[in-house]
């Protein structure tokens, strides 16, 4: 995975939700595909927080650092999924 500035991954969000809600009113996306999007951009603001924050704010606990290092894994195979379900139905 290729690291994303804070400034780049907000921009990123804020134009997938964007694009989401433009392409939903003017072409109707079934909901699946609008649930999937949505779906993405909240797991994607998951994933950021636990990078930028609570990793860093975990520092020297060993076991808080497993954990959100785990469950960092875990968005970005989440992330991974949906994004390939999308491909999908696009």
Same mark, same amino acid.
């Given at each position: #995975?290729?690291?994303?500035?804070? %400034?780049? &991954?907000?921009?990123?969000?804020?134009?997938? @939700?964007?694009?989401?809600? !433009?392409? %939903?009113?003017?072409? &109707?996306?079934? %909901? @699946?595909? !609008? %649930?999937? &999007? #949505?779906?993405?951009?909240?797991?994607? $603001?998951?994933? !950021? *927080?636990?990078?930028? *924050?609570? /990793?860093?704010?975990?520092?020297?606990?060993?076991? /808080?650092?497993? #954990?959100?290092?785990?469950? $960092? @894994?875990? @968005?970005?195979? *989440?992330?991974?999924?949906?994004?390939? #379900?999308?491909?999908? !139905?696009?």
């Amino acid at each position: #995975m290729v690291p994303v500035s804070k %400034n780049d &991954m907000v921009l990123l969000l804020w134009v997938f @939700k964007v694009f989401a809600l !433009y392409f %939903n009113q003017f072409y &109707m996306l079934d %909901n @699946k595909v !609008y %649930n999937l &999007m #949505m779906q993405i951009i909240q797991e994607s $603001k998951s994933l !950021y *927080h636990i990078q930028r *924050h609570y /990793c860093d704010d975990s520092k020297g606990d060993k076991k /808080c650092d497993e #954990m959100w290092e785990e469950l $960092k @894994k875990d @968005k970005e195979e *989440h992330i991974n999924k949906l994004v390939g #379900m999308l491909k999908a !139905y696009l």
